[in-house]
């Protein structure tokens, strides 16, 4: 079982609609990234948390310490937010899990 | 700020070639890293440096792969060898670390192919 899980693996979502990414791990963290990847682009950090909640814009992040979960939301989803999204976690080193990534498809 | 930047974005070199990766951190960041990322692996740890300091180098594949940081704004990542199995894209990632994390700011990558 791999340290950090994210659901779904791929999503397809009609422009408009409120999305749901989740990320599970397994791990004590210190804190959680959650990370955009435009095909064939480069690694955008979206949000660094630690706890509570984190809003940029029509992206929201949530997590849960306890529960050890984390919950990435996009509100009025537009096609350029298509893309791979990624979350990882830091367990207090310099190593950074990552998870396989969801990839988000958003038709127009 | 002009971010991470690395250098070539692409390379396309023959197999038995040598392949040189470049990356040039965020001023006032303590800590590089250099990443591979594959279909099958994903993201992949080659080598951490703190304070220009190799710290981890276990993520390196092998001998073919070294990596340097000759001061705090430049390093660079050495294939020599290369062989079709390194085509990937490796990623610069640079971060300011303090009590023991740090918000991850990556490079454009370098998409290498070796044919």
């Known amino acids: 079982k791999n340290e950090v899980e994210q659901s779904p693996q791929n999503l397809t979502a009609q422009e408009g609609e409120f999305i749901t990414i989740n990320c599970s791990y397994s791990?004590?963290?210190?804190?959680l990234h959650w990370l955009q990847q435009h095909p064939g682009g480069g690694i955008v950090s979206l949000f660094m948390?630690?706890?509570g909640k984190k809003k940029h814009g029509r992206l929201i992040a949530t997590i849960n310490i306890q529960e050890k979960h984390s919950s990435l939301h996009i509100t009025a989803s537009h096609p350029r937010d298509s893309a791979v999204y990624i979350c990882a976690v830091n367990s207090g080193t310099y190593k950074y899990i990552f998870g396989t990534g969801t990839r988000l498809k958003v038709l127009a | 700020d002009a971010g991470v930047i690395q250098s070539p974005r692409h390379e396309v070199t023959e197999m038995g070639q040598e392949v040189t990766l470049r990356c040039k951190p965020i001023?006032?960041?303590?800590?590089l890293f250099w990443y591979r990322q594959t279909m099958m692996r994903g993201l992949e740890l080659l080598i951490y440096?703190?304070?220009?300091?190799?710290?981890?180098d276990s993520g390196m594949p092998e001998d073919r792969f070294s990596a340097k940081m000759p001061n705090a704004s430049f390093s660079t990542l050495k294939i020599q060898p290369s062989e079709p199995r390194d085509s990937a894209v490796y990623f610069c990632?640079?971060?300011?670390?303090?009590?023991?994390?740090?918000?991850?700011?990556f490079g454009e990558g370098s998409r290498l192919t070796v044919l």
């Open positions: 001023s006032g960041h303590n800590s």
């Open positions: 440096f703190n304070n220009n300091v190799p710290i981890d």
């Open positions: 990632a640079s971060s300011f670390v303090s009590a023991n994390t740090g918000e991850l700011f």
């Open positions: 791990v004590g963290i210190s804190a």
């Open positions: 948390l630690s706890s």
